[in-house]
T-cell receptor, first 110, second 112 residues
């Protein structure tokens, strides 16, 4: 099955700085990579996704990159704001199953 | 549009008791999933249903059973609860295949 590894487990950034979270996956058949944001006491919410035929995707302050050869994908948040503080999960889909990384707790310091 | 609705939101069980977690989605999605979330371990797939009438085991199925009652509803049953099943349980749904999944708000279960 798919194995998704995520780093770092915690990340503290100054407001206005950038945050980068990196993930690797094991199954070369995986072709869809969503990112989720989870706030305290809530379910994960999709914030951005990327498919295997695309190398980069941007949505305002958020961008994802994918390197299929190296089986790496990353989330970049620019100009961080206090409301970006949350737990972020990367995931990969293989054979209908969505496998998650262990999560990154992001804290944005004012 | 409610999305994915889970009931109950909180539950305390004694070891050996049974219970069913309910999940319903109103997005006409084909696929539904049950995950558990434990500190430092992300979300782990318990069971999934790729389409109505089918169910398959995920990463951690032991101690659980599921029923895809119809296209809207997917329930998770604990026949004999154990303290190791203390967790937050999330239901999710998607159109199926390589598309995004939408999550419910979770059920926090404590087994004492």
């Amino acid at each position: 099955g798919e194995n998704v590894e995520q780093h770092p487990s915690t990340l503290s950034v100054q407001e206005g700085d950038s945050a980068v979270i990196k993930c690797t996956y094991s199954d070369s058949a995986s072709n869809y990579f969503p990112w989720y944001k989870q706030e305290l006491g809530k379910g994960p919410q999709l914030i951005i996704d990327i498919r295997s035929n695309v190398g980069e995707k941007k949505d305002q302050r958020i961008a994802v990159t994918l390197n299929k050869t190296a089986k790496h994908f990353s989330l970049h948040i620019t100009e961080t704001q206090p409301e970006d503080s949350a737990v972020y999960f990367c995931a990969a889909i293989s054979d209908y199953k969505l496998s998650f990384g262990a999560g990154t707790t992001v804290t944005v310091r004012a | 549009n409610a999305g994915v609705t889970q009931t109950p939101k909180f539950q305390v069980l004694k070891t050996g008791q049974s219970m069913t977690l309910q999940c319903a989605q109103d997005m006409n999605h084909n696929s539904m999933y049950w995950y558990r979330q434990d500190p430092g371990m992300g979300l782990r797939l318990i069971y999934y249903s790729a389409s109505e009438g089918t169910t398959d085991k995920g990463e951690v199925p032991n101690g659980y059973n599921v029923s895809r009652l119809n296209k809207r509803e997917f329930s998770l049953r604990l026949e004999s609860a154990a303290p190791s099943q203390t967790s937050v349980y999330f239901c999710a749904s998607s159109e199926g295949g390589t598309v995004s999944a939408f999550f419910g708000q979770g059920t926090r279960l404590t087994v004492v």
